[in-house]
């Protein structure tokens, strides 16, 4: 049996596993010798002693594990908790090297055989010249063959380094049922169910929201979790009932391109929505309570598209924005003028445009800010002094990216439910985990792969009350959600059919979340799935990814420059016919919040709108 056969298909939860009987027989084919056999008994024994055994917890979360002993020793054999452990390098399934060379040349044999009774006139005699090319055909082949197997053994190597032990079960069904029905730990309940890998692993698509005409770029839960924001490139923006699936309120969100986000401020009735865009314009919108827009306001202008906002936890007249040009504005609707110019990121003199910014939820006086090159940088609104340091309080990358000479950009980042860590995405890269009250420099924690984040700015997010899992789309279609202490993928779903998944907006209080991308509708799923996944077909589309990653990198090795595409397509729509506004919209206003310091040469459009309701 060679090396590739003797790999168990784990990825799908260990539901594959083969008979010892029948290794053992495929073993004598092989070798044809009693040491093969008594090599295939001494692999299956510890294979089948590991899963016996069940997973290790890991040790830097024994801490967290050990407050969750009481009642695990009761067994429970309706525990919510599947496997759902892959592993891509199984020690102990490795054939002794003698054996292995052995098995290798008769499949070398057996293959140089077979194309030869595969060609026109296999088994008659040939000339000399004809066995010499033959020969040559055969070497050409072998070389060939090896260098796939070469290539299969990195790509193997690479899916399974930095990979810890999956830990194990923190919630079990049963137990946590009975504690409740007697009132015991009943206010963390629910906490802890939402978290549990093992309905993160039973997660299936519940339904559809379709009402946009264009690709979803943005989706917000407001803070209880009853209504669900989306905005998309038809320039419109939705307010959903999300639960009975029907759309409660439609508007024009005022902006000119792609709505790249709209977002309920905090503690504000889900009255007040701030919006950013292609644009470069930072909207609000007021809200009223009879399910209508009252209007939008332009409160700031970036002179570049600006992708993120970021809200402060307690604040319902506060936020923060960031745009290509570099720019981070502090924004407080209670001022007459509201933006102001926080800091412009900067790389020694040379500008940073930016993709996404996120504040500290524990230090909301900090924020974290990534774009168009490797590094975070984390600022402190208190003490930005651009002549020191450029403003940075610290700086993180990962050690391996810091001399890198491709152009790598951050696409996303946010910080986990305490503030302690900050997770981060670039472009065409991995997902890594940095522990935010590192010093200045420190290199990441843990890193999550597998998936493709090329073409699009693509979202991350953590999962679970407490930050518990890491979900990601990808460039594949497919959504990836990674346990956050073990690095190991946990679930994988098909997300759109156009093949990029960008926004993942997990539930406030509630095991599910929603999801969108190129498709016009949003997602919605929950873990309602009878068994947990067989991560079925994971393994391929990683490897998949991975090469399709290579091959750009070699062949693309300058990206373009994204502000050269957003100026041609500045142009070429302003060639277009001006768009006809829609019936009751309003022209510009005597009033106007805009930012001093916005550029007056930007397409800022009308500085106020007055909506119609849907």
Known sequence: MSEADGKSTALNGGSEEKEPEEDQHKETDASGSKEGQTQSSSQDAPKDTGEASGDKPMSDVDGEIGGNREGEEEEDTDSMDGSGLYSLTEDGERESEGGRRERAKDKDGGKRAARKRN??????????????????????????????????????????????????????????????EIGRDSHQFV?????????????????????????????????????????SDDLRVVIWDWAVRRAELEFDSGHKSNVFQAKFLPHSGDSTLAMCARDGQIRVAELSATQRCKNTKRVAQHKGAAHKLALEPDSPCSFLSAGEDAVVFGIDLR?????????????????????????????????????????????????????DNNGVLKKFCPSHLVSSESKTNITCLVYSHDGTELLVSYNDEDIYLFDSNHSDGADYRRRYKGHRNNATVKGVNFYGPRSEFVVSGSDCGHIYLWDKYSARIVQFMEGDRGGVVNCLEPHPNLPGMATSGLDHDIKLWAPTAESPTGLKGLKEVMKKNKRERDEDSVRHGDQYDTQLLWFLMRHMRNRRPQRARREGADTDTDESWSSPDSSDEEEGGPDHVQCMSS
């Open 335 to 387: 001022l007459d003028r509201p933006a102001n110019k926080l800091v412009v990121v900067k790389e020694g003199d040379k500008k940073v445009g930016l993709y996404t910014i996120f504040v500290n939820p524990a230090k909301t006086h900090q924020f974290a800010v990534g774009g168009r090159d490797q590094y975070v940088r984390i600022y402190d609104q208190r003490k930005i002094n651009e002549n």
């Open 119 to 180: 060609r026109p006139g296999g088994g008659t005699n040939h000339s000399t010249s004809s066995d010499e090319d033959d020969d040559e055909d055969d070497d050409e082949e072998e070389q060939k063959d090896d260098d796939d197997e070469d290539d299969d053994e990195a790509m193997e190597a690479w899916l399974g380094a930095e990979l810890c032990d999956l830990r194990g079960p923190i919630w079990r069904a049963i137990p946590s049922l009975r504690l409740r």
């Open 191 to 231: 906490r802890r169910v939402c978290g549990a890998r093992g309905l993160v692993q039973r997660l299936e698509l519940q339904g559809r929201l379709e009402r946009h005409t264009g690709c979803v770029n943005t989706l917000h839960f407001n803070p209880s979790g009853t209504r669900l924001a989306s905005g």
